[in-house]
């Protein structure tokens, strides 16, 4: 059965995004890795067969123009309190009757092909969780299944709690997300995309970056 998936990317405002990944790069280039981070993730889900569209949920102009430029539609966060209150909008944008699809913006060695086995595999609504296992990188819900995102503190244990399917698979840069200069390590072993890597080699530190296989 064809799959026509809208792939959801919700992106905090750059001055505010990865907190705990300052230091990684210097001071001044913090900002271009967050959106960097966003735009290898966005090209890979764009590139992922099955996905018919890309969401981007954000109100910071820098990463909507980027989305944008890339091919993906951008909605604003339109006053929403919370990440799980902005997807839920933008759940209403995109209308209950489309698969929809929720991936954190911070996924740089993210193979089309992960994703496209990932959502192969969704039955109902499904998340997978994160390298550690406590986090979420992907919620998937089919049309007509209610949303109902459940992100923050231990987000995979809430999601399973709600309700949706743990979906398990051999997907390395699906599940590794970049919140600290350990995971950005990690992520580089497998290999970024051009955009992360555009932005360690301005650093100085081409010598990391192995451009994704």
């Not at 889900?45 to 954000?58: F, K, N, R, W």
């Not at 969780?129 to 949303?147: M, S, Y």
């Not at 600290?180 to 990690?186: F, M, Q, W």
């Amino acid at each position: 059965m064809a799959q026509n998936w809208t792939a959801v990317i919700p992106v905090k405002r750059l001055h505010a995004a990865k907190t705990r990944l300052r230091g990684a790069v210097p001071a001044a280039r913090h900002e271009e890795l967050a959106l960097a981070l966003v735009r290898d993730t966005a090209a890979a889900v764009l590139a992922c067969p099955g996905v018919a569209e890309v969401l981007v949920v954000t109100d910071d102009p820098a990463a909507a123009d980027a989305a944008r430029a890339l091919g993906a539609r951008v909605a604003p966060e339109d006053g929403a309190t919370d990440l799980n209150a902005a997807l839920r909008r933008a759940d209403r944008v995109t209308g209950p009757g489309r698969d929809r699809a929720v991936l954190t913006g911070d996924l740089p060695a993210l193979r089309p092909e992960e994703l496209a086995d990932a959502l192969r595999r969704v039955g109902t609504r499904a998340f997978v969780p994160d390298a550690a296992g406590t986090g979420t990188v992907l919620l998937a819900a089919p049309a007509g299944v209610d949303l109902d995102p459940c992100f923050g503190v231990d987000s995979a244990a809430a999601h399973a709690a709600s309700g949706a399917d743990r979906l398990a698979g051999d997907w390395p840069g699906l599940r590794r997300d970049v919140d600290t200069v350990a995971d950005l390590r990690a992520v580089l072993a497998l290999g970024t995309g051009p955009h992360t890597c555009a932005v360690l080699r301005a650093a100085g530190r081409a010598g990391d970056c192995r451009p994704a296989a």
